[in-house]
């Protein structure tokens, strides 16, 4: 089963993470905390995660994402989301995690957002 | 898996490694007996929840204990079995994971994907003093999914085979 990839680039003031492969319990949870707390350490809190290629969360994966949320939002920034896949998009629902993030389906007005 | 085959058994170790191995194997075989790709899909991730839900809330993650991965294929549905050797749990004493307060929870949203994914869903008490999660999948309409063969009715419902 693949991992989790991860590169980061800066658009202005955000930083977009495209995420592709899986957020799961073990190494791809812990490759997305370990990403968000060095970028929050680094005063950076405009975070957005492209999620394009991204085709399988689970509960932990679930976890993390909220956990990156909250802790974003901690520092007075704001993490969002770009690209659901359809599996990510349902799975949020049904959890009523899609009221709770702010997500976009085009990159330019999701970095417009942050502004 | 041979037509001759109805149930399956391994215990897997406490590890994360466990939770892969187990989702793998019952992909494997959900695919095999011809449920649909959106139905494996829900399949493996309620697999992964209860097994994930033995390694880290049942048995601690204690590599000392042990994880109990059962399947059985009957004429109507693909049942399976998860057990734990940790203390056990009541449904009841669940958080609903929907709950506004709970929204932000970074964890408690197994149980919930399990229910959710599958068509019957039940936690009792296992014969190892644990948990036992017994979750199953109805084949298709129009019959058996197999693509092998009559794998016969020897459990029709979501029962424990053994209770404590």
Known sequence: MPALYMTTREVGPVTILDLSGRISLGEGSALLRKTIRELLDGGQAKILLNLGDVNYIDSSGIGELVSAF???????????????????????????????????NDEPTAVRSYQ | MTPEAKHLEVILDTHV????LAEEMCLRVAEAVGFSEDECYRIGMSVREGVINAFHYGNQEKPSKKIHLALDLTQEKMIIHVMD??????????????????????????????????????????????????????????????????????NSDTAPRQQA
């Open chain 1, 70 to 104: 909250t802790a974003v939002r901690n520092r007075s920034g704001e993490l969002k989301l770009l690209n659901l896949t359809k599996k990510v998009h349902d799975l949020l629902q049904i959890t009523k995690l899609f009221t709770v993030f702010d997500v976009y």
């Open chain 2, 85 to 154: 050797e940790g203390k056990g749990f009541r449904l009841e004493d669940v958080p609903d994971p929907l709950a506004e307060e709970n929204l932000l929870s970074t964890s408690g949203r197994g149980i919930f994907l399990m229910r959710t994914f599958m068509d019957e869903f039940n936690v009792v008490p296992g014969r190892t003093g644990g948990a036992e999660i017994i979750m199953s999948k109805k084949f298709p309409a129009g019959g058996k999914a197999s693509t092998n063969g009559n794998h016969g009715s020897t």
């Open chain 2, 17 to 20: 490694e466990s939770v892969n």
